[in-house]
């Protein structure tokens, strides 16, 4: 867990703490600093920008990042917004310079010149109240401009901890943002994506500790990434059973399944409970037992399709029972909601389990309105991890996948191509292959996540939810084609002393 999202109380107190050791202000003039190299890179000198600057912190930001990209040769104006006085001394200062600089500063935004560049430093963290007034106008102006959309911090109006608009009220729309120390929920899950566009975190030259909350990242779960021994068999790859398939949803049931065996287990198993298929022509590779023999499966993925009767039922509670890893989907999450048994008996369980719940099937077991989810998904996750005792997988814009412990990750792979039937039933098929070749509990549950976002990175249209495996799969193959440059770098002392050239350096065992 290398990159990590601080919430509202921990950035306050590291700002107190490096004003304290730094001295009042150089937080601020590192992140106009900073901001301006951003905009630079985005969008090379000479162009026209505009500054907007509300009246707290984040306005001084904006004052300070004016300034630097004035040193850059931008032709830069700035509005304060309703002429309202900065509150901080800091922001005081950095509006002061701005001014002896003899540059016109504007109150309202629709007074300044046509820009190529509009940056928002108008609310940073912490708003609790609607944007209303002049700071609505102002975030309206924002958005209406044909330019280049910069947030610095994080978009006004968006709530940094929920990634939802304060009070509903939609604010800033950014095509990049700059986030200031470290990043933020907010950016990452729910609306926030959509609000940030790209985003980059810059710790302005501090240490940023670490914190239950991180943002999910290939060295989490590195050793998938290894590549495989040679001398393996399917044997090694573990089995993989997939329970469900009721009548008119078999198709659920075989995606899980073949989205298994393409993300590596050795065999898969498909238990159908309402159809009598016994081969797939499209993957004969999956075999169709009248009924799966629980005891000897590695990991077990149920409810993809598995519909409510007694049957499915009885076998959910089997699996339950079982010493088997568990990936519970699907009609298996609203089991769970209905029947305080099945409840117990996963909050009971010693072996891995995992569930993997939308919006509306957590809302189920947590006997909430669907809005109470999306409105804070972090917090209703970790709700989720509490009540079950399980690995939870709340699936949407920012997976968040949460432990009992409160640790968790948010997955910035992913795409509008996942908002298709079956994606979910794929992403739970790929979890349990990962569990049948015997990775680490959240090695397994981490690198589905990743990868299955990562299927369908840059795709704006629908996919089919069985191509999404196969394409993670080619995602897996580029990660270990590359470990051994990513996770065990050859020194160049060790290529020296090996006496080898640098193309049999790279077989060398590290």
Same mark, same amino acid.
């Given at each position: 867990?290398?990159?990590? %999202?601080? !919430?509202?109380?921990?950035?306050? =107190?590291?700002? =107190? ?26 969008? +090379? ?34 509005? !304060? ?12 200062? *950095?509006?002061?310079?701005? =001014? ?11 007074? $300044? ?9 108008? /609310?940073?963290?912490? @708003?609790?109240? +609607? ?105 090694? &790859? ?18 899980? #399944? ?10 898969? &198993? ?72 099945? %409840?117990? %008996?996963?909050?009971?369980? /010693?072996?891995?389990?995992? @569930? ?12 909430? +309105? ?17 009540? $079950? ?29 996942? *908002? ?29 996540? &990743? %990868? ?6 840059? @795709? ?11 394409? #993670? ?7 270990? *084609? ?22 049999? #350096?790279? /077989?060398?065992?590290?």
């Amino acid at each position: 867990m290398s990159v990590s %999202l601080l !919430q509202i109380p921990q950035l306050r =107190e590291l700002e =107190e703490k490096y004003a304290r050791i730094l001295g009042p202000g150089v937080l601020m003039e590192r992140a106009g600093k900073a901001a301006a190299d951003f905009i630079s890179d985005l969008y +090379p000198a000479p162009a026209r920008v505009t500054v907007v600057c509300g009246p707290g912190n984040n306005g001084g930001d904006g004052y300070r990042t004016a300034i630097e990209l004035l040193k850059k040769e931008y032709d830069v104006n700035v509005v !304060q917004v309703a002429g309202k006085t900065p509150k901080s001394e800091e922001a005081i200062a *950095a509006l002061a310079e701005w =001014e002896k600089l003899g540059r016109t500063t504007y109150t309202d935004p629709y007074d $300044t010149p046509k820009a190529d560049i509009v940056v928002d430093a108008i /609310f940073g963290i912490g @708003l609790e109240r +609607p944007l209303k007034d002049e700071f609505l106008d102002a975030t309206m102006w924002f958005n209406e401009r044909r330019a280049l959309h910069v947030s610095l911090d994080i978009p006004s109006g968006l709530n940094s901890e929920t990634g939802t608009w304060v009070g509903d009220r939609a604010g800033c729309k950014a095509d990049a943002t700059i986030s200031f120390l470290s990043g933020k929920v907010g950016l990452f899950t729910g609306l926030g994506p959509d609000a940030c566009g790209r985003v980059k975190m810059e710790n302005l030259g501090i240490s940023i500790p670490l914190t239950k909350i991180s943002l999910l990242e290939v060295k989490d779960f590195k050793h998938v990434c290894a590549p495989r021994l040679k001398n393996t068999s399917k044997a090694d &790859y573990g089995r993989l059973g997939v329970i469900g398939g009721g009548k008119g949803t078999v198709g659920a049931a075989l995606i899980a #399944a073949r989205s298994g065996l393409y993300m590596g287990a050795g065999r898969v &198993y498909v238990e159908l409970l309402e159809d009598g298929m016994k081969l797939d022509p499209f993957c004969p590779e999956l075999m169709f037992p009248s009924k799966i023999n629980i005891d000897e499966m590695d990991a077990i993925v149920i409810g993809p399709g598995l519909g409510f009767t007694e049957q499915a039922k009885q076998r959910f509670i089997d699996c339950l029972k079982s010493k088997a890893a568990l990936v519970i989907d699907g009609d298996a999450l609203t089991m769970i909601a209905q029947d305080e048994e099945i %409840l117990s %008996l996963v909050t009971h369980r /010693f072996a891995h389990t995992v @569930l993997t719940p939308h919006a509306a099937e957590a809302a189920r077991i947590l006997r909430l +309105p669907v809005e109470e989810i999306t409105k804070d998904r972090l917090s209703r996750a970790l709700d989720l991890g509490i009540l $079950t005792g399980a690995v939870n997988v709340l699936k949407g814009a920012g997976t968040i996948v949460t432990q009992r412990s409160s640790v968790s990750w948010i997955n910035p792979t992913g795409s509008p191509a996942l *908002a298709t039937a079956g994606s979910g039933d794929a992403l739970s098929g790929m979890i349990g292959a990962m569990f049948a070749q015997h990775f680490e509990l959240m090695d397994c549950v981490l690198s589905a996540v &990743y %990868l299955h976002g990562a299927a369908v990175e840059g @795709l704006n249209s629908s996919v089919l939810a069985g191509d999404i495996a196969p394409l #993670a799969s080619t995602r897996l193959e580029e990660l270990r *084609a590359s470990y051994q440059r990513h996770f065990h770098p050859l020194k160049e002392e060790e290529k020296r002393s090996s006496g080898k050239t640098a193309n049999e #350096a790279s /077989f060398l065992v590290v």
